[in-house]
Nanobody
Framework: VQLQASGRGLVQAGDSLRLSCAASGRTFSNDALGWFRQAPGKEREFVAAIKWDSGIANYGDSVQGRFTISRDNAKNTVYLQVNDLKPEDTAVYYC????????????????????WGQGTLVTVSS
């Protein structure tokens, strides 16, 4: 399984950006695909995740209302639309896959995600 993230950029506060995660090597069913981020000196933080089959999504508190996760089943791609970016959103964003979901709601726990992409850097200037 490979997860290829793209959409890195240097943007200004208030801007929008769309991150993409193209997945290959697996036919997804009830899996969950998610986005996490890690800022310098901080732990990896849950951003959002979506169930591949149902489209049920889950969001971290810090991005609720500003970020939207979606998926394109035909393209095997998950997107993260990020709006109204803030300097504190600066981080490396990782996409990840949970192939053993235990719930209909995507997990927020980094330990549940066994497969990870390489990360893409988003820098937000004030």
């Amino acid at each position: 399984v490979q997860l290829q993230a793209s959409g890195r950029g240097l943007v200004q506060a208030g801007d929008s950006l769309r991150l993409s995660c193209a997945a290959s090597g697996r036919t997804f069913s009830n899996d969950a695909l998610g986005w996490f981020r890690q800022a310098p000196g901080k732990e990896r933080e849950f951003v959002a995740a979506i169930k591949w089959d149902s489209g049920i999504a889950n969001y971290g508190d810090s991005v609720q209302g500003r970020f939207t996760i979606s998926r394109d089943n035909a393209k095997n791609t998950v997107y993260l639309q990020v709006n109204d970016l803030k300097p504190e959103d600066t981080a490396v964003y990782y996409c990840a896959a949970d192939f053993r979901p235990l719930s209909s709601i995507p997990s927020m726990n980094v330990r549940d995600y066994a497969y990870w992409g390489q990360g893409t850097l988003v820098t937000v200037s004030s």
